[in-house]
């Protein structure tokens, strides 16, 4: 089971970043994927998950509309591009791969994480 998260970095407010996602072949093909953050001293939450078609999507309400998760089923990864970001996105970014194939909310549906990627959106 591998998963390899990157793309984060410092970003100004207001500014883009795309994260991504890269499975292996046998963890990922028939299951959903989800990216998840946690900032210092809070609980680590869904920011938007993808199914394994990549037709259907899952979003945090304080992300939606200015986050899009999306898959490339033939290179086996997920990307989830971040716009209008705010401070309060600031967090470490995980990715993880849940043990069905439609996207949830409930980080107790996903068996398998990557390494996290941290993303700082600066004032």
């Known amino acids: 089971v591998q998963l390899q998260a990157s793309g984060g970095g410092l970003v100004q407010v207001g500014g883009s970043l795309r994260l991504s996602c890269a499975a292996s072949r046998r963890t990922a093909s028939n299951n959903a994927t989800g990216w998840f953050r946690q900032a210092p001293g809070k609980e680590r939450e869904l920011v938007a998950s993808?199914?394994?078609?990549?037709?259907?999507?899952v979003y945090a309400d304080n992300v939606q509309g200015r986050f899009t998760i999306s898959r490339a089923k033939a290179e086996s990864t997920v990307y989830l591009q971040m716009n209008s970001l705010n401070p309060e996105d600031t967090a470490v970014y995980y990715c993880a791969v849940s043990r069905f194939s439609y996207p949830s909310r409930a980080l107790i549906d996903y068996p398998y994480w990557g390494q996290g990627t941290q993303v700082t959106v600066s004032s």
């Open positions: 993808v199914s394994w078609s990549g037709g259907s999507t």
